[in-house]
């Protein structure tokens, strides 16, 4: 079927079977590698992009559901709050292996959007589906509180 | 494109030559032509580790006209900071300034790559730093003197007035300076150095500072390669059914529902499975679920854990091959005040790294071969390949990937994988490349775990409340037997099994420890700190139980038992300095302490537990005192330990692998296998006890003494002693005491 959606700012047309997921359509035919296959059914959040502006697994949206959708990925996630959340990232060195950690900083913008002052509570639970197996929660946790903290001023 | 990205872009724009790095040379490199600076291989081939003889730098730095150092990593990257930790030690002695340092992963030339500790191009038992602390020193010492020696030319002037420092090189009382990339092309031409002098501990400019990690901005931004990305030309996709059972194989399948589906190209059968080719991975993983496939279940294993469990703690009931023993110990367990005599059971665990055992593999119509992995033994992979396709390995241009994760589980002794992969590029048209993805239920179904083991320990105390007496008995299956590094094998011991028990740290008046090796076909694996998963739980709560049993403290007790010169002393009197500085336990909460020394690091943690409303240990708290020699990057040691705790934690707390009692594998995916969410992750403190040993290896031993310090709180919170794990199975498994 044909596709139509907002992808990082610019119009994506797309003509392919709509129940494919999301994350294989970003990532077999646009090579938006930076969103990643991790369970392939919404355990473990490697895969998380924005769709409409809130946090999605990729890999249990069938493409057609984002018809019409403004979608974001690691490639173009902008927001001030992605940013600041980045800077953050870096900052305190987060990533380990890497591979779960654009999927984090989706998750962790998409926090900061809706919670702009996460408690330490609100950060496990908005985090709680984000694995990652290097376990650099300690890190996450403080980017996070970072990253709110310069968003405040 | 960013240097340190592996050699394979997305588009397959540069082709990685297999280069010939015993000559200087050119490289045609994504920035142009790039002038590359080897230094000459000393004894071709013939790998020394004698500090007093001077290994002469290689194959590991080059410098570009843009000024840029790219070090060469010989190891795979897989999260413990190999890019940074070998980058720094080359930045020491090169004098480079740190905003000039790139990193890559080298390729796979098993003579110039090798690691010492092992003979062939491969890391794991958290050797990649120790075994490389003086090589990459004397590269980057190598490069410098050949920089010094160029720019005395070209200024006319003594070696001894030239000045390196933080990347310009200058000459003393003239107004003359240059970069490294000003002078790499004149200092290619000149023979490199005999011998150089590496740079004394105090001198250390770069080593031993946080500084900022190479491939960070890449894995924050996305931009990072992993084999999962990597896509060229003419590339297919496959998903694999595996036999359901270990030890089954294929009968027969019919692929007719999976042929009909749009996309689908291709259907063949390999020793492992039965293959879907597709035109995307979509299609074939749909393909693969729609297979029907009758498996030969003759040969497999259809037993429970449980039943599996069952015939080792049966076996464990007398000792097996003694791996240590000094004292009496039977006359000490007779004559004792009070024996208490405790079993141990461990299930099997998964590595579960966030990204799935992944590859590319390509056969070129000139016959070599292009392969993407995120191998972490590189020399057997390539050897695998070569060998299931009948070429040479060196035909074989292996590009190492970032790994996303590993814990082990990529550093395969069978090439299982590789193999398995080359399987299938060979039932393709040659100049097809194949990509395997293995789903997430293929990794967790798929085997080689952490093996599921049993310890059997009788502890005596005599009238005075000391330890006299101690017998470890071992039930578990043999790592290294049939893989490359079985030769560790002597009179039956695989010291993986008992690393961390057999050479226990306390003086302990009679002590043995003996082993029963156990065969099933489950395949196992080295698991993040391998034996010390399950030795050091044991050693470490039987020990803290006995002292309580005596009326003694955790910390006096142990520090009576340890030598003078044990450096576990300096590491538990650092943890509970930082514990009591923190302030007392909070109500409701108890503390345990552990110490355990693997891979030649020296931990001790403290944990601090409560009871969550499930019942279980909610663990708010870990400090953490670490010896690891030179501490090379201290940001990335805390890092790694942080780490460690976590995937220690999750390991007790939830992890475990059963099969059914038909055999099947009870766990699919990460909502029946558990490890650690960021909601169980306790705040951690640590501290890098400073010495000056040389740097021992900081993956692994975060990991071994987590279990026991939460499990001693745990006792001391609750009375009850948890010995069959995960603590969620079985936390009220409370031991009979003799």
Known sequence: MKISMTLNGDNQLLDVDGDTPLLWVLRDELKLTGTKFGCGKAQCGACTVHVDGLARRSCVTPVKL?????????????????????????ALDVPQCGFCQSGQ??????????????SDQDIDDGMGGNLCRCATYVRVRQAIKDAAKELRG | MKSFIPNASKKETIKTTIFQPNRRQFIKGSLGLVVAL???????????????????????????PDNTVTVLIKHLEMGQGAFTGLATLVAEELEADWSQMRAEHAPVITALYKNFAFGIQGVGGSTGLANSYEQMRKAGAGMKAMLVAAAAKKWDAPESDIEVKKGVISHKGTANTATFGELAQAASALDPPKDVTLKPTAEFTLIGTNLPKLDTQAKASGEAVFTQDIYVDNMR???IAHSPLFGGSVKSFNADKTKALKGV?????????????????????????????????????????????????????????????HGDIATAIESAEQTFTVEYEFPYLAHTPMETLDGVIRVNKDNTVDAWMGSQLQTVDQGTIAGVLGVKPEQVNLM??????????RAQPDSGFAAELAQIVKTQPKGTAVKLIWSRENDVKGGRYRPLTVHKIIG?????????????TIATQSIMAGSPFAEAIKNGIDPTSIEGASDLPYNLASRQTSLHTMTNPVPILWWRSVGHTH???????????????????????RLALLPEKARERAVLQAVAKMAEKSGPTAKGSARGLAVHKSFGTYVAQIAEVTKNKEGLPKVTNVWCAVDCGIAVNPNIVRAQIEGGIGFGLGAILQEELTLSNTGHVEQSNFDTYKPLRIYDMPAVEIEIVITDNPPTGVGEPGVPPLGPAVANAWRRLTGQMVTRLPFSKSINNTMAEV
């Open chain 1, 66 to 90: 984002v018809d019409g959708s403004t979608v974001t990925t690691i490639e173009g996630a902008d927001s001030a709050q992605a940013k600041a959340v980045t800077k953050a990232w870096n």
């Open chain 1, 105 to 118: 900083i989706m998750a962790a913008a998409n926090l900061l959007t809706l919670n702009p002052d996460p």
């Open chain 2, 38 to 64: 080897y230094l000459p291989f000393g004894n071709k081939g013939n790998a020394q580790q004698n500090a007093d003889k001077q290994i002469m730098p290689n194959a590991f730095v080059r410098i570009a």
């Open chain 2, 237 to 239: 996709y496959a998903a």
């Open chain 2, 265 to 325: 190209i291709d259907v063949v059968q390999v020793p492992s499975g039965v293959v879907v080719i597709a035109e995307s991975t979509y299609v074939a993983l749909r393909g693969r679920d729609e297979l029907d496939i009758q498996w030969d279940n003759a040969k497999a294993e259809t037993r429970s854990t449980q039943q599996i469990m069952a015939e080792y703690l049966k076996q464990a009931q007398e000792p097996g091959i003694v791996a240590h023993e």
């Open chain 2, 400 to 409: 190492t990937q970032l790994g996303g994760g590993s814990f082990g589980r």
């Open chain 2, 460 to 472: 005596s105390l005599d009238k005075d409340g000391n330890i006299s007496a101690w017998q470890q």
């Open chain 2, 535 to 557: 030795t050091g739980y044991t050693v470490e709560t039987m020990l803290d139980f006995l002292l309580q049993k005596a009326n003694k403290e955790p910390l006096a007790g």
